[in-house]
């Protein structure tokens, strides 16, 4: 992703949207200062022998931007384009996505510049290793607790906890979450993003007296989120009418089976040239007139440019920053209804924290326990922002970092600073 033209550039806008909240809640400079300066940036060296021989070094982050209420919490992401800027930014966002939904964390973020998909599954593991090794004295249970992100896994975590026990010289699931079920994982965590944004779409759709089965989705992105999130809403009923993908996307007027397209795109590589739907190219699909948009992919798609052509009633933010803060205002002007990523996607830290709990009892809960609580606490963060921004006349995104800010702030307040 192109972080140099300041459109695009995660931090800048994650600052803006800091910055407006602020504003609106008169927050003091000193508290602003806190707010706003991540409290711990790691950046380390991890060296890596290929699998031909050759030593590779790549670059890895890990960004504990507060641990006011709780120890820091957040993905770990492996991609070419990871950059500081971008980490920093993730790390504020689970910050402020714990304090939506209230749970009892801070925010971390971590990443590795690489390509994944040209890694074999033994280079993955040692860059994994050699990386936790390179982060152990900053993370744990009680500290930081990392999870899946984009390009990792279960079974990244399994070997970030293992890397993490074997040094601590004892067996500590409670290092991350998102990790197999045999190894401390909890039920309903693979769904949990998807199925948080089911949850919090149901209720928009409430908003506008629009029935489940009559609401038409277009789903960018067929990963975790965007796969699961297409998965659970065609199952309730809804109307997934396309699917973007990063080659182009497929269209089905009638809604797709998204069972069988998962098939296809098992068995051929791709999504495209699908029986029982048309291709279209990336544009023509996010333009698509819809009740739904769910941007379950990357930051930067809905952009100034892209925001005066999209066609939704309602827009679910499964991606982490999928919106500029430029594209705000655009979006705002157009009455279009946003639910913003720090709510939207909130689901799955929602369950790496049903996890986190799990372990430390060491005590199970069923899946149907996990989906109850996950929706209680989906739910009721919804309409806590819609509140909000009733009460203070401002948009979703507003109220939600509205309400995350005066959270965070108020517990910097109880615990005074130390000197
Ligand atoms: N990577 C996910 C997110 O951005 C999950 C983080 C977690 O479970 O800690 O919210």
């Not at 690489?114 to 900053?138: A, F, H, K, Q, V």
């Not at 182009?248 to 089976?257: H, I, M, Q, R, S």
């Not at 986190?356 to 009892?361: F, G, I, K, P, S």
Request: hydrophobic share 40%; charged share 25%.
């Amino acid at each position: 992703m192109d972080h140099t033209s300041a459109e695009f550039n995660p931090w800048l806008n994650a600052a803006k949207r800091f910055e407006t909240a602020a504003d609106r809640l008169h927050l003091d400079d000193g508290m602003r200062k806190i707010l706003k300066t991540p409290a711990k940036e790691l950046t380390v060296a991890i060296p890596v022998m290929l699998d031909d021989g050759r030593i590779e070094v790549f670059t890895g982050y890990r960004v504990q931007h507060s641990i006011a209420r709780g120890p820091a919490k957040g993905g770990i992401r492996y991609a070419p384009d990871v950059s500081l800027d971008e980490v920093r930014a993730l790390a504020s966002w689970m910050t402020w996505k714990c304090a939506v939904v209230n749970l009892p964390y801070g925010g971390g973020k971590g990443g590795v510049i690489c390509d994944p998909s040209i890694l074999s599954d033994i280079e993955l593991e040692r860059i994994t290793r050699r990386y936790t090794s390179e982060i152990l004295d900053i993370i744990g249970p009680e500290k930081d607790i990392p999870a899946p992100d984009m390009n990792t896994n279960d079974r990244t975590m399994a070997w970030i906890m293992d890397t993490y026990s074997m040094h601590k010289r004892e067996t500590t699931t409670g290092v991350v979450t998102g990790k197999p079920l045999d190894l401390g994982g909890s039920r309903g965590r693979p769904e949990a993003t998807g199925r948080g944004c089911l949850y919090v779409t149901r209720e928009a759709l409430k908003q506008f007296g629009i029935p489940q089965t009559k609401a038409r989705v277009v789903v960018q992105g067929f990963g975790n989120v965007g796969g699961m999130g297409a998965r659970l809403m065609a199952k309730e009923g809804f109307k997934v009418v396309a699917i973007i993908e990063t080659d182009g996307a497929v269209y089905n007027e009638n809604g797709l089976d998204i069972e069988a397209l998962l098939q296809h795109r098992k068995a051929t590589g791709s999504i495209l040239d699908f029986d029982g739907a048309q291709n279209l190219s990336r544009e023509e699909a996010l333009f698509l007139e819809c009740d739904v948009l769910l941007p379950a992919a990357k930051e930067n798609v809905i952009t100034s440019e892209t925001a005066p052509k999209i066609n939704p009633k309602i827009v679910c933010e499964g991606a982490n920053g999928p919106t500029t803060a430029l594209a705000d205002k655009i979006l705002a002007d157009r009455g279009i209804f946003v639910i913003p990523d720090i709510l939207a996607n909130a689901g799955g830290v929602t369950v790496s924290y049903f996890e986190w709990v799990q372990d430390r009892q060491g005590y199970f809960w069923n899946e149907k326990l996990v989906n109850e609580r996950l929706e209680e606490i989906m739910v009721n963060s919804f309409y806590d922002v819609l509140r909000y921004s009733k009460e203070h006349k401002v948009e979703n995104r507003t109220a939600a970092y509205m309400l995350a800010l005066d959270r965070v702030a108020f517990a910097i307040k109880l615990r005074g600073i130390y000197a």
